[in-house]
């Protein structure tokens, strides 16, 4: 079965410096898809970035980039120049044939 | 655009009453989808429909969870009775399956609707 780890409960980034938040998925296939989610206090889930499996290329967005490396089935985001409004929860997920989330990683972002 | 539109936004009622929840997905998409998430537990898929029919409901907890998709724009999940471990936030969201096996189309969440059971 699929599962994703995010082995940071928690993380904290002073404003305009950069974090990155870790992400490793278990998966049998070849062909999928990794996603970052972000929850803010108002509780929506909103996607930030999203990679195909299939290709090599880190999906970038904006201040929002990942690193992902398929042998080692990682799948982190860095989150450049932060900002106070990224204060959130990030959850990474994998999809296949169903979403599946890890358990969130709480970020704070300092003045 | 209209996004994935929840309600009640909060629902607080006593234990052993029926709890409907009710969704309304961006019109175009085909895939529905309803997580419960709690603290304990994360996010979890309870169940999801592909063109308003059940493809998989191994995530329902008990037989006292339904959902329903009568047209392609309304579903409901339906708990009864409640009970206070039902507490959670209950989150719907849609996609749009292309018919291929794997989809890379993102779900596009709700706000939510905080359920607490008394």
């Known amino acids: 079965a699929q599962t994703v780890t995010q082995s940071q409960p928690e993380m904290s980034v002073q404003e305009a410096e950069t974090v990155t938040l870790s992400c490793t998925y278990d998966t049998s296939e070849s062909d999928y898809y990794l996603f970052w989610y972000k929850q803010p206090p108002s509780r929506q889930m909103i996607l930030v970035i999203r990679?195909?499996?299939?290709?090599?290329q880190n999906a970038t967005e904006n201040r929002f980039s990942v690193n992902f490396q398929k042998a080692a089935k990682s799948f982190s985001l860095k989150i450049s120049d932060s900002q106070l409004g990224d204060a959130a929860m990030y959850f990474c997920?994998?999809?296949?044939?169903?979403?599946?989330f890890g358990t969130g990683t709480r970020l704070q972002v300092f003045p | 655009d209209a996004g994935v539109i929840q309600s009640p936004r909060h629902e607080v009622t006593e234990m052993g009453q029926e709890v409907t929840l009710r969704c309304k997905p961006i019109s175009g998409h085909n895939s529905l989808f309803w997580y419960r998430q709690t603290m304990m537990r994360g996010l979890e898929l309870l169940i999801y429909f592909n063109n308003n029919v059940p493809i998989d409901d191994s995530g329902m907890p008990e037989d006292r969870f339904s959902a329903k998709m009568p047209n392609a724009s309304f579903s409901t999940l339906k708990i009864q009775p409640s009970e206070p471990r039902d507490s959670a936030v209950y989150f719907c969201a849609s996609s749009f399956f292309p018919g291929s096996y794997v989809s890379n189309q993102p779900q596009h969440f709700g706000d939510g609707t905080r359920l607490s059971i008394l």
């Open positions: 997920a994998y999809l296949r044939d169903k979403l599946i």
């Open positions: 990679q195909e499996a299939y290709k090599q």
